[in-house]
């Protein structure tokens, strides 16, 4: 090798080294930046398989002196609590802002999400799968997970959220599905229930009496059941006659006419007649 060749190498490589001294990258000393390749906030903006300084800054600040220190932990910012979610994730998710979960420091953006270490069964960066998290303080979730009668859920298709926005508002005290702020309703504004249930949905020519608004509730328990079909009540019998009492006084529906003998087996069980009890196009009497 001639000599001023190897002097231009050796000028090279130390303006090589110089560049990277001015320049660490963030995953020169932390693997959460490996990781980052594939999260959505990497999203266009990953070179060469390396995610710039710049992602990483948008959310844990400006981190030239935490570098220059060679690490100095109070020189650089961890978003925390219910401010760090303010400051940070609201800056860009603005339609997140104000719902019934995201007020304090016990339940805000952070809570649900994990930002490095979401779980890979969970899409959307969400913590853990939603009947361990959203169970962390609602009691629906062990009633799915142990009742005999209802949706299974995490398994691959439904979850909470596939009826619940949990970024949604909280509705105490109203009863209709269709307005209640943490529900999916589908595009019509319909209780969530009708867009996998579609033959329920309706309108029907005969719609079931009073119950025309799909409140699917009414007959059924939301978050499971101990009785066939997530009822609300242990037979279909006791379902009806809780509106059809054949005591005129307390009765919200018509009375069942004095041929049902509800003393006999063969008039206990409604539906096996009233088998369009959801709404019939055929029947007023939803006999089919
Ligand atoms: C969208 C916002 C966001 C981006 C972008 C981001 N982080 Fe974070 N990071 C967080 C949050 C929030 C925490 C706090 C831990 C938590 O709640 O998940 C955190 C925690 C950390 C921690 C501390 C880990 C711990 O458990 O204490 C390190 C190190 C880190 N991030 C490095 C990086 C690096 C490197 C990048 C770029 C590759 C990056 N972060 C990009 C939001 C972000
Ligand atoms: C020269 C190595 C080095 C570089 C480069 C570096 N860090 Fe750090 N970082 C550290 C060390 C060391 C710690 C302290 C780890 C500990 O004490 O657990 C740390 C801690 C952190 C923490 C956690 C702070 C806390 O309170 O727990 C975050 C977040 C972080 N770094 C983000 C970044 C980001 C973002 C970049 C790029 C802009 C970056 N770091 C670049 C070495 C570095
Ligand atoms: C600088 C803007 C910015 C900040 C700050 C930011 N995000 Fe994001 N976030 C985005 C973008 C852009 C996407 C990707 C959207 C897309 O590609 O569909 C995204 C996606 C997401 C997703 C959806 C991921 C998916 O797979 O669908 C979640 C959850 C999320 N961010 C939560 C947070 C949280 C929590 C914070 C605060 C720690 C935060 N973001 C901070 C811009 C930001
Ligand atoms: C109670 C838990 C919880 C809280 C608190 C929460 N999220 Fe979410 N978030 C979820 C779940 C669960 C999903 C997945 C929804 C789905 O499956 O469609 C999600 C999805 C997202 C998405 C992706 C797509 C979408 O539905 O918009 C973004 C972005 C997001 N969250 C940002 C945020 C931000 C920002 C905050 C804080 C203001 C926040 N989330 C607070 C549970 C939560
Ligand atoms: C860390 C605790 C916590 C977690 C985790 C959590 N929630 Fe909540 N949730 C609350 C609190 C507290 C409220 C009440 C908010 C209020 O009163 O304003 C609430 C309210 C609700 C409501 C409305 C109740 C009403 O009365 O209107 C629904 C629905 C709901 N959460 C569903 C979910 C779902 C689905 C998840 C999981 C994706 C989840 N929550 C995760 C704490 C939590
Ligand atoms: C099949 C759709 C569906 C699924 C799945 C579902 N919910 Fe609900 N949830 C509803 C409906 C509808 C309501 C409102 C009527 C009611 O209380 O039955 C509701 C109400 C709630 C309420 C408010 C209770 C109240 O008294 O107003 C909470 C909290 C809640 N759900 C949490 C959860 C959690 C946590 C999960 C997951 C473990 C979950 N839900 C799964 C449909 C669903
Ligand atoms: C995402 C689609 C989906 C949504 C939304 C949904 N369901 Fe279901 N439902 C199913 C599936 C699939 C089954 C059967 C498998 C199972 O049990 O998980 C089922 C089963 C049922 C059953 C029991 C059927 C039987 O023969 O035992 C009832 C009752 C029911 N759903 C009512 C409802 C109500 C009420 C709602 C709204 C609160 C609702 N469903 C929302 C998909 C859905
Ligand atoms: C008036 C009470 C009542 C209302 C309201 C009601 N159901 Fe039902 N549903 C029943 C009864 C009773 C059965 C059991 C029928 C049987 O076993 O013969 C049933 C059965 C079901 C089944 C399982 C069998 C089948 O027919 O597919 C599904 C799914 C279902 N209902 C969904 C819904 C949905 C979705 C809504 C709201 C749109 C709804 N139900 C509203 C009383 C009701
Ligand atoms: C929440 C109350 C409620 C429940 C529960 C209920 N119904 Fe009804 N039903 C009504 C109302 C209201 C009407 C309309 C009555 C009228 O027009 O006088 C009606 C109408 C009917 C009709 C049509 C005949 C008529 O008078 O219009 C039949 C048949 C019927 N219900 C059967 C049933 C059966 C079977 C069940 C149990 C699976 C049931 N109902 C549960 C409220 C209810
Ligand atoms: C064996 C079949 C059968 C069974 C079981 C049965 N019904 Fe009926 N029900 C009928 C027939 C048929 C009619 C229509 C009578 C008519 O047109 O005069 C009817 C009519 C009705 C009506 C309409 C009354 C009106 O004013 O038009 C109600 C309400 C009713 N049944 C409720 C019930 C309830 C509640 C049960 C369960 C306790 C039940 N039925 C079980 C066959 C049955």
């Known amino acids: 090798m001639k000599p001023y060749t190897f002097l231009l190498l050796l000028c090279l490589a130390l303006t090589v080294r110089a560049q990277e001294a001015a320049q660490p990258s963030c995953g020169d000393c932390h693997d959460e930046a490996k990781a980052f390749v594939t999260n959505p906030h990497a999203r266009g903006a990953v070179v060469k398989g390396v995610v710039p ?68 069964r969970s899409p959307h960066l969400v913590a853990k799968p939603q009947l361990a998290l959203c169970g962390t303080c609602h009691t629906q979730a062990a009633s799915m997970r142990n009742k005999p009668f209802a949706h299974r859920l995490d398994r691959g298709g439904m979850t909470c959220s596939t009826c619940h926005d949990p970024h949604g508002r909280r509705a105490k005290g109203e009863r209709s599905l269709a307005l209640l702020g943490h529900l999916r309703t589908t595009r019509a504004g319909e209780a969530p229930c009708v867009s996998c249930h579609t033959e329920k949905r309706g309108p029907f020519v005969f719609s079931h009496g009073g119950l025309e608004t799909g409140e699917c509730t009414t007959c059924h328990e939301t978050h499971g059941s101990s009785n066939p079909k997530q009822l609300v009540r242990a037979t279909v019998q006791q379902v009806c006659i809780e509106c059809h009492s054949p005591i005129a006084a307390a009765t919200l529906g018509s009375q069942p006419p004095s041929f049902h003998n509800l003393s006999l087996p063969r008039y206990q069980n409604c539906t096996t007649c009233h088998v369009a009890v959801h709404g019939s196009n055929r029947d007023p009497q939803l006999l089919k």
């Open 53 to 120: 300084n710049d992602v990483c800054t948008t959310c844990h600040g400006d981190g030239a002196e935490h570098i220059e220190s060679g690490g100095d932990k109070t020189k650089i910012t961890v978003p925390r609590g219910l401010s760090g979610a303010n400051d940070t994730c609201l800056l860009c998710h603005e339609e997140t802002r104000g719902g019934m979960h995201a007020n304090t420091n016990q339940v805000n953006c952070l809570t649900c999400h994990s930002i490095h270490k979401s779980d890979p």
